[in-house]
């Protein structure tokens, strides 16, 4: 997982955009109804399109406890209770929130507003957002291109770390909005349930590079590598993340990418890269560009999500101490 700076030009002015955007849609679209939902959004608005992950957490609670004949108690048991199946109670108030969600879906109308509008605003999004490779596993290129006539090919997708199936009052809250690759929204994480205590948000957390790290076991006598991923001690958020986003089975697909940089250091030097600098003076190459050559990643951590395995190259790469 990669840390998104929402202090950087570009996020601040996404953040902008998306809010003028979206409040002006439910403004236009919806708030003139006079209904509890579209009373308690326009009252809470700015906080629901732009508020911090904490803040959304909050609002969502503070929703379920306004709504008449609901609460936030009996929300909890409809997150909790199986999808297929359960007591009579949980069948019962699953069917009760099912309903309720139907109707806030029809207001905040993610799916068939803001993807599908001949305006392109998920484009935009993306675009002003600018995060090339996925932010939960930095494996895959999430790039953000039209044709020269605007088409759209390809973007982000947007990961809703309050799953919009059991949030959908945050469906188009800015800071619930991942860019991701399809696979670690449709199908790794997909909506599994994250909480601000038990799980890492790539909004907030910082330090989210120093909390893990990739290294590899080899298993002479089968003749196989496995991929690991290492926490700090005590470290149950790291933990509890990687192991809900099957980060460690995504990237135990790519042991060809492993085996490559043991290869280079059975070929090469410990001083490789420095090495690649002596031969090419003319170059006039810094140790970042030699790295982004030898290894087509890039070397500063702040620069990680630039490009797919960073974080996985460098880790690996200090293990053989081929950089230090």
């Not at 108690?73 to 109670?89: C, D, R, V």
């Not at 990739?214 to 192991?243: E, P």
Request: charged share 25%.
């Amino acid at each position: 997982m990669i840390f998104i700076d929402d202090k950087k030009r570009n996020v601040i002015r996404a953040k902008n955009e998306h809010y003028k955007i979206v409040s002006s849609y439910l403004n236009r679209q919806h708030l003139k109804n006079n209904n509890d939902i579209c009373r308690f959004i326009k009252t809470n608005l700015n906080v629901l399109i732009n508020g911090t992950p904490k803040d959304l957490f909050s609002l969502n609670e503070k929703f379920y406890n306004a709504k008449r004949n609901h609460s936030y108690s009996e929300y909890l048991i409809y997150l909790n209770a199986p999808k297929i199946g359960g007591t009579q109670m949980e069948i019962s108030i699953k069917r009760k929130y099912n309903r309720l969600h139907k109707k806030i879906e029809k207001i905040v109308n993610y799916s068939y507003w803001f993807i599908k509008s001949d305006k392109h605003y998920d484009y935009e999004l993306a675009k002003n957002i600018n995060i090339p490779s996925c932010t939960y596993c930095n494996r895959i290129y999430t790039n953000t291109m039209k044709t020269e006539k605007g088409r759209k090919v390809m973007r982000p997708q947007f990961d809703h770390w309050y799953p919009k199936s059991k949030f959908p009052l945050l469906a188009l809250s800015f800071y619930n909005l991942i860019p991701s690759c399809s696979v670690c929204n449709s199908s790794a994480k997909s909506d599994t349930v994250f909480n601000l205590n038990t799980h890492l948000h790539p909004y907030v957390d910082n330090d989210i590079l120093e909390r893990f790290s990739f290294s590899y076991d080899y298993f002479k006598s089968l003749n196989k590598y496995n991929i690991k991923i290492s926490h700090k001690y005590g470290d149950k958020k790291a933990y509890q993340t990687f192991t809900d986003m099957n980060l460690q089975i995504m990237f135990n697909a790519h042991i060809s990418e492993l085996k490559d940089l043991i290869t280079t250091k059975k070929a090469y030097s410990n001083s490789y890269l420095t090495n690649m600098i002596k031969t090419y003076p003319d170059a006039n190459l810094s140790i970042d560009e030699a790295y982004r050559l030898a290894f087509g990643t890039e070397f500063r951590e702040e620069d990680f999500y630039r490009r797919p395995f960073s974080k996985f190259k460098k880790d690996i790469l200090s293990e053989l101490k081929l950089i230090e």
